[in-house]
């Protein structure tokens, strides 16, 4: 760099003249030296759109752009260059002066067509990168909207003369120009348009991709294409996907069909200087009436071609003219501002297109340019691959959503005796996924298997082998097993999925009848026990290895479940993080529901939905380390009254003295009502039991909502359902409680099996 000091000012010329004093305060921006052209002379004159004309700086008339005192003898007639503004979108009216005062429109059309074809031929054969720079144009030091804050006013190199420069509205220079589009205001003479050279581009598509990258979602991404456009770059955009959009390597199989995701415009109200005050209501604009909802793209039209070339292409050449009408609707009277003030670009994926977007500009701003043809293409390539990548995570996050949600029960069974509730946390929003689980198995003879485990990890594995040892634990449970003897196979099917399959679980199993709990532990943190009068206990469980350990011996334990009572299970997560150790979660968690049950009084239990609620409420910032499953169930128990029981010898009079029991139990409860078909059913279900078992037969009436009758005996073999022939003597039995019973089923015990069925109160 130069040893001179440079002094920044931020209206400073870009390129003053060669007669400029050196002692000028301005310091060397004005010192800056003028590129030869060819001949040797100063910068080469263009007869071209956009560029300055030999014969116009020499005589031009008014004043320059700079507010400094005695600029225009400083920098000349011919040193008149503005400098884009860091932001704005000025009007431009069509066909208006130029700061050198000759009309954009009464250049060489001829040169113009020249010079856009020479663009458009670069940016076809792909020789030219999004930081190339076509003939004529210069490097990536130029300063451009939304960063030339950032320069400080520095020049990198020199500079072309700018097209599009906007023109006074009296058609003299120096006069008063119309509002910005932005802010509403007049504009000043020599107010700069956005990205007139290749460093104005270069910085847009910089921080228009940085926007589009930082989305998440396919919402975030659309909105961020359609937010670093408008009004920068276009003034309304169109955004059209493919419904619906293909995952990965899908083939669809239907046809392309175009659904338009979002539209976005410069909004009709402006931000000014005195805050945002709303504007008057302007005339229906053609932008507002642009863009059907729906279309499908038909094999060789129009459309189909534009979008199978892929390259963004302007909307005035034949093959943009023929695809619009399919694109925006034939039957919607639509229409485009004329010129080069629309671009269609495809938006393509890794492997097909995915969609379009349509960047439009008004009639009161200039049209676009060749090297805009190199802007869209990037916008489209970004947002495409960002759409494609948010499609594919999309899919990547349903299927971990679905996976945990088949894993842990939708719906939690309705038991005897028992309430239940239930919640699940993943550990991250981004992983919803994890080895926490919870469930409650129906038992034989009103029972309830309550399960709560924990897998190392909260991964895609773990929710695997999660759900594998779920599985297994309610097989276990539907065999009747004992707790401890349900953690004993457990783990010997960790040790069978692998070495390192490392799990903690706890095995509970309530009877209502006789208001008992039998709990086994292995490695997870112990049960809370929350009483009707407002006593939180932390119950005392022997610890036990976690299961994969192998080669150790579980240990059960049983202790009341007084009516009333609320046990609690959960897993680590809830009361362990980096904060606290898991023993002062468990005491924190003990307080909070003794607290929790003070505010309902000592008579009435929390409402279990509730209290879930509070003690996940307890969780503070940075204690959300691990999933969490939480199990709460309230025990009701079955009052003695409720409940008749009989052991029945097996001899051939076990039928009818059922009858007489059940009828007498009925009487005593006053449902005389059930008389009849339960003497039917018992006697059927009885006279099955007696025929094969060689102990005595079990008889129990229960009556809560409904009257559920079972029947025990010791043959391991479960009945079958079948219809029988009419020849058959037998076989009708089950039939008949299929028939008059609300529900039935039977299930194996570890010394036999009981068979069951339910009747609904009158």
């Not at 909105?223 to 996907?241: N, S």
């Not at 939690?412 to 946390?425: E, K, N």
């Not at 449970?477 to 490392?502: F, K, N, S």
């Not at 939480?630 to 052991?647: C, E, K, M, T």
Request: charged content about 25%; proline content about 9%; hydrophobic content about 35%.
């Amino acid at each position: 760099m130069d040893s001179t000091r440079v002094t920044e000012h931020p209206t400073s010329c870009d390129r003053p003249s060669t007669g400029a004093d050196p002692t000028d305060p301005r310091g060397a921006l004005l010192r800056t030296p003028v590129p030869p052209g060819p001949s040797g002379s100063a910068l080469p004159a263009q007869g071209c759109a956009g560029q300055t004309p030999p014969d116009a700086g020499a005589g031009s008339p008014g004043t320059s752009e700079h507010s400094q005192p005695g600029a225009e003898q400083a920098a000349g007639a011919d040193g008149h260059r503005p400098r884009p503004g860091s932001e704005g979108v000025p009007v431009q009216p069509d066909g208006a002066r130029s700061a050198t005062g000759v009309r954009s429109g009464d250049l060489p059309s001829a040169c113009a067509a020249a010079s856009g074809e020479a663009a458009a031929g670069a940016m076809d054969s792909g020789d030219l990168a999004p930081g190339d720079t076509a003939p004529g144009d210069t490097g990536p030091g130029d300063t451009g909207p939304g960063e030339a804050a950032s320069d400080g006013g520095r020049q990198a190199g020199p500079v072309r003369p700018a097209s599009g420069v906007p023109a006074d509205t009296g058609g003299r220079h120096g006069g008063t120009l119309g509002p910005d589009r932005r802010t509403g205001q007049p504009t000043a003479p020599g107010q700069p348009t956005p990205m007139r050279r290749d460093g104005d581009r270069l910085r847009f598509v910089g921080a228009a991709t940085r926007r589009i990258a930082r989305g998440m979602d396919l919402d975030e991404i659309v909105m961020g294409l359609c937010r670093a456009t408008v009004p920068t770059f276009a003034d309304a955009i169109l955004v059209y996907l493919r419904e619906p959009l293909p995952v990965g390597d899908e083939r669809p199989t239907g046809p392309l069909v175009l659904r338009l995701r979002r539209t976005d415009r410069i909004p009709a109200e402006r931000d000014t200087e005195g805050g945002f005050t709303p504007a008057a209501q302007p005339e229906p604009s053609e932008l507002e009436t642009v863009g059907a909802e729906l279309c499908e793209v038909r094999p060789g039209s129009a459309l189909a071609e534009v979008l199978r070339g892929v390259r963004p292409v302007f909307t005035d050449t034949p093959s943009a003219c023929a695809a619009l009408p399919e694109l925006l609707g034939e039957e919607r009277d639509f229409a485009l501002p004329e010129g080069r003030r629309a671009i269609l670009a495809p938006l393509r994926g890794r492997r097909r297109v995915i969609g379009a977007a349509l960047f439009l500009r008004g009639p009161e701003r200039v049209a676009f340019e060749a090297d805009d043809l190199l802007v869209a293409a990037q916008l489209a390539t970004h947002s495409a691959l960002g759409i494609d990548k948010a499609v594919l995570y999309g899919r990547e996050a349903y299927i971990a959503d679905e996976l945990q949600r088949t894993m842990l029960p939708e719906n939690l069974p309705r038991c005897t005796g028992v309430r239940l509730a239930s919640r699940y946390l993943p550990a991250a929003e981004t992983a919803r996924v994890g080895g926490d689980w919870y469930d409650a198995i129906p038992l034989p003879g009103s029972r309830v298997a309550l399960v709560v485990g924990d897998v190392m990890g909260h991964s895609m594995t773990s929710a695997a082998i999660m759900g594998q040892l779920r599985t297994t634990a309610q097989t276990l449970a539907g065999l009747d097993l004992p707790p401890q003897e349900v953690l004993h196979h457990l783990d010997e099917q960790a040790q069978r999925l692998g070495t390192d399959r490392m799990a903690t679980c706890l095995y509970a199993v309530y009877d209502p009848v006789a208001h008992r709990i039998t709990v086994a532990n292995a490695g997870h943190p112990p049960p809370v026990l929350l009483h009707l009068g407002g006593e939180a206990e932390v119950l005392r469980v022997p610890a036990g290895a976690p299961i994969g350990v192998g080669g150790v011996d579980f240990e059960a334990v049983e202790l009341d479940a007084p009516a009333g009572a609320t046990l609690l299970l959960y897993t680590d997560g809830l009361v362990e993080s980096r904060l606290r150790d898991v023993w002062t979660g468990i005491e924190q968690l003990r307080e909070r529901l003794a607290a929790t049950a003070q505010l309902t009084g000592p008579d009435h239990p929390p409402p279990l939905e509730a209290l879930c609620d509070e003690v996940l409420d307890m969780l503070g910032p940075g204690d959300r380390d691990d999933d969490i499953a939480l199990l709460a169930a309230r025990f009701d128990g079955i009052a003695p009254s409720d409940v008749s029981y009989w052991f029945l010898d097996p001899e051939d009079a076990a039928p009818g003295k059922a009858r007489r029991l059940a009828r007498r139990a009925l009487a005593r409860w006053g449902m005389e009502d059930l008389t009849d078909a339960v003497e039917l059913l018992v006697s059927e279900v009885v006279t099955n039991a007696v025929r094969y078992a060689s102990k005595p037969v079990t008889l129990r009436l229960l009556r809560t909502d409904v009257l559920r009758c079972e029947v025990g005996d010791d043959v391991p073999q479960l009945p079958r359902l079948r219809q029988a022939r009419a020849t058959d003597e037998g076989g009708r039995g089950l039939y008949l409680v299929n028939r008059l019973a609300r529900r039935w089923g039977a299930t194996r015990l570890s010394t036999g099996k009981v068979v069951w069925f339910e009747l609904n109160r009158g």
